[in-house]
């Protein structure tokens, strides 16, 4: 990294005004750096670091987001920037020290001062080698262009996708997957943490307000829409004869309609006797002008009783004549919609004026209208029966996953099975946004995150090297007293 302190300088690379905002000392020997708020315009990388020359967007001490992506915490930022100072600090002082001692021993190559000395130098050149070691990971030491130095910002993009391989290697592997999902038991430990008390309540309500808020984002010009354009028009094409008599010949076979049967049967019986002079008028308007009016009346009445006695009847007999001719109406019926080409077109035309018509879009909004209003309002009863249903399902379903390890392992199995899907279809995606995310980093930004991350456990390089480069000067000069001359 360039030496000059950034505060003397006048003009920035491109020619602009240096904004007064903007402030930074030099970096000397032992790295250290006082840097403040840069509310001037996003610096772009240069050609000598090797960054990409994008803008790096600087929001420094936002809280918010950092340079290019980084998430920056400006507490944590700061304690980082304390402890590396604090270290490098150390680490220099212990240079000067070996620097000092080498100047207040030069000269005495005898005795214990001796030993002193060529510790001092050793120390002084592996404090020396370990300060350039560490500094060119990240920038260039003393500013100098020095070859194989800088290397974050150089080979960032390298490095990015160098990570990109690792990951893809080493956690994208079906193996490896398969491994950690069933070690982690999902299955188990969401049914535990349903059973604690409350969890089942706040999963429901949670589900039933993000279904709300669902229901209502749902412009009904939407649904309009595909309904009039995909439903519809889906329906009219495809042919539907076949289908409709296959269900209905099903439902006879079943006897499903037997509960219908029986409803319209209650209902007309009920109709007759709640509109008995309706109907009576009925009979009498129809009778002839010749016949005496108590002559209508009594016959009017006759055909009241013996109409509510044949519906009685029908309704009392399973067997009854009236049901057999109309299950084999409907068998009839069905059979022809599967086999009867004329009795199948005429089933089609018929759909189609039926779904053709204008009013059937509105019926079907007007249904989905009122579906989604009672939904909405089951749902946000907290107390009402939907919802406490729902805790009760999710709870029992919960206990019965604690009790059956087998539903348990088919249940991780099949959690298995979508993540490596998952991964096997998009996991080049994922792990590409690495790469293209570090391509897109300043690389001088890259550099000083990334120290900060680690440099103040560097810094311990810089340490040991002072500390054993001494005590291998004085092994050598050891070696060099013991060897004969």
């Known amino acids: ?27 000397g020997l032992d790295g250290s750096r006082a840097t403040a708020a840069e509310p001037g315009p996003p610096e772009t990388g240069s050609a000598a670091d090797g960054s990409s020359g994008r803008p790096a967007g600087r929001r420094r001490g936002s809280g918010a987001g950092g340079p290019l992506g980084f998430i920056v915490d400006p507490a944590l930022e700061a304690q980082r920037r304390r402890d590396l100072r604090r270290m490098r600090l150390v680490a220099t002082s212990l240079l000067v020290v070996a620097a000092i001692v080498y100047v207040l021993t030069r000269g005495h190559d005898d005795g214990l001062l001796g030993f002193v000395n060529a510790g001092a130098e050793a120390s002084m050149v592996g404090a020396c080698a370990d300060w350039f070691a560490v500094t060119a990971i990240f920038r260039h030491p003393l500013g100098l262009p020095i070859p194989h130095t800088a290397l974050i910002p150089r080979k960032k993009e390298m490095i990015g996708r160098s990570l990109e391989e690792f990951v893809s290697e080493n956690f994208m592997r079906e193996d490896i997957i398969r491994e950690r999902v069933l070690d982690a038991e999902p299955t188990r430990r969401a049914a535990e943490w349903a059973l604690t008390p409350g969890h089942a309540k706040r999963l429901v309500d949670e589900i039933a307000t993000v279904t709300v808020h669902a229901l209502h984002r749902i412009p009904d010009e939407d649904v309009r829409a595909v309904i009039e354009q995909a439903v519809l028009p889906r329906l009219i094409q495809e042919p539907v004869s076949s289908l409709a008599g296959g269900l209905l010949d099903q439902v006879v076979r079943d006897e499903a309609h037997v509960g219908l049967v029986d409803l319209a049967l209650d209902e007309i019986r009920v109709w007759l006797v709640d509109n ?24 009017a009445r006759k055909v009241h009783v013996e109409a509510l006695k044949w519906l009685a009847d029908i309704r009392n007999d399973p067997r009854h004549d009236v049901r057999q001719a109309l299950d084999k109406l ?16 005429k089933a ?6 039926v779904l053709s018509h204008p009013q059937v879009a509105d019926t079907a909004m007007s249904l989905w209208g009122s579906l989604r209003a009672v939904v909405v309002a089951a749902l946000e009863d907290e107390g009402g029966p939907v919802r406490v249903r729902a805790v009760r399902e999710v ?24 993540t490596i899907y998952a991964v096997d279809r998009y996991g080049t995606e994922l792990t590409r946004i690495i790469s293209d995310t570090v391509e897109r980093w300043d690389g001088k930004e890259t550099a000083e995150r990334v120290e900060l991350q680690v440099g103040r456990d560097l810094q311990f390089i810089r340490i040991n090297g002072t500390l054993v480069g001494g005590l291998i000067g004085m092994v050598i000069h050891a070696i060099s007293i013991l060897l004969p001359s």
Do not use: Y
């Not at 008995?276 to 009498?284: A, N």
């Not at 409907?330 to 077109?345: C, E, F, G, K």
């Not at 709870?395 to 979508?418: G, K, P, S």
């Open 348 to 353: 089609e035309r018929l759909k189609e004026r």
């Open 395 to 418: 709870t029992a379903l919960a206990e019965r996953l604690l009790v059956d390890e087998a539903l348990r392992d088919r249940i991780d199995a099949r959690i298995c099975d979508a």
């Open 1 to 27: 990294m360039d030496t000059t302190p950034q505060a003397t300088r006048e003009r920035d690379p491109d020619g602009t005004p240096t904004p007064p905002a903007r402030i930074a000392t030099a970096e």
């Open 330 to 345: 409907l068998i009839d019926l069905a059979d022809d919609l599967q086999h009867d080409p004329v009795t199948q077109a």
């Open 276 to 299: 008995e002079d309706l109907f009576e008028s009925l009979i009498t308007q129809r009778a002839p002008a010749w016949v005496p009016d108590a002559i209508n009346d009594i016959v």
